[in-house]
């Protein structure tokens, strides 16, 4: 377990508040992190603290933590006048979930405290609290709670237990270590609502994402080496459905259950010309070497990147790639 920075609660609740953020198309766990932040932070300096959520961010999904933990959102002049930045979740700087122009320039007279848990992390802040070995970035926040003393209230337990939970997938990776096992068991002390954690994360989906999953189903298919298990979703598809690129996450456990299969791999062309690219490694077949390859980044079994172009493009590039990186990782 990585010893929290010194300096690192008392720059959290210096005044004015940092502004709080997480990476694009973020996550169960970056915004379950991010809420949970803010409202630990406004127990100390009794003001409002803003998150960071551009338009187009909220997947339907998700949108129920934004509603569970009555965030503040902040519009374009506070992003843009903020002093001090905490980014949760975010492995580097080009991909916090910032306007354009703030992310190129991300620091520009700003400090940034970054807390996660990638292994692909650049260290971008100017305080860095980051464990690869923890298995969500809200395990850190809450290790931030019982470090700085903050209540835990049941809002905050539900939050943090929800960002263990989806990163976790139940509980049933191999980043679900005892340590994470003894945070979720003291949030549910604190009043974590398992009951409405399972609900909306793994038996809830509006009629529109049900569709986008049917789609994700009828194009899963298998590599001719029956190794790489994939799926994809063009920008037509995905916007004929009614969702958008925020809306794509975890489909790719889709092909993932696909048996035999070493590597998982979804392209989603949520942005027309982007293909997002969902990389999952199966047993002990690694992927982050295989994302950085494509400039992309993430942890050692669950990584990605963006490649320019079509979906076909991607697929015809990305596929042999795979293939090549297979056998040198496992030689038939």
Known sequence: MKDIPPDLVA?????????????????????????????????????????????????????FLVDLAEANIAGLRAC??????????????????LP??????????????????HASSTMFGDINYVDEHASSTAELIYRVFKHAGWELTPTIATLLCTGIHADTVGFSLANTRAATFEAA????????????????????????????????Y?????????????STATYEEITGCGCTAADIDDQVEIPRSLAGARITI???????GHVRINLRGKGDVPVLDLAQRIDGGGHHTAAGAIMTGTVDDAVARLIPLTEEYLDEHEPH
């Open 11 to 63: 720059s959290l609740t210096a005044s004015p508040p940092p502004l709080i953020a997480g990476h694009v198309t973020p996550d169960a766990d970056c915004l379950s992190s991010m809420f949970a932040l803010a409202k630990g932070i406004e127990q100390v300096t009794e003001q409002p603290v803003l998150c960071a959520l551009p338009e187009g961010s909220l997947s339907k999904k998700l949108a």
């Open 100 to 117: 354009d122009e703030m992310r190129t320039e991300l620091k520009n007279g700003r400090r940034i405290i970054n807390i996660d848990h």
């Open 185 to 216: 068991a003291d949030l549910l002390t604190h009043g974590a609502d398992l009951a409405l954690i399972g609900d909306r994360l793994w038996r809830w989906q509006s009629d529109d994402e049900f569709q986008l999953r049917r789609i994700v």
């Open 266 to 272: 979804l392209f989603t062309e949520g942005r027309k």
């Open 218 to 230: 009828q194009n899963t298919r298998l590599s001719d080496s029956g190794r790489i298990a994939y």
């Open 80 to 97: 843009r006048e903020a002093k001090l930045l905490a980014v949760c979740d975010t492995a580097k700087e080009r991909r916090v979930n």
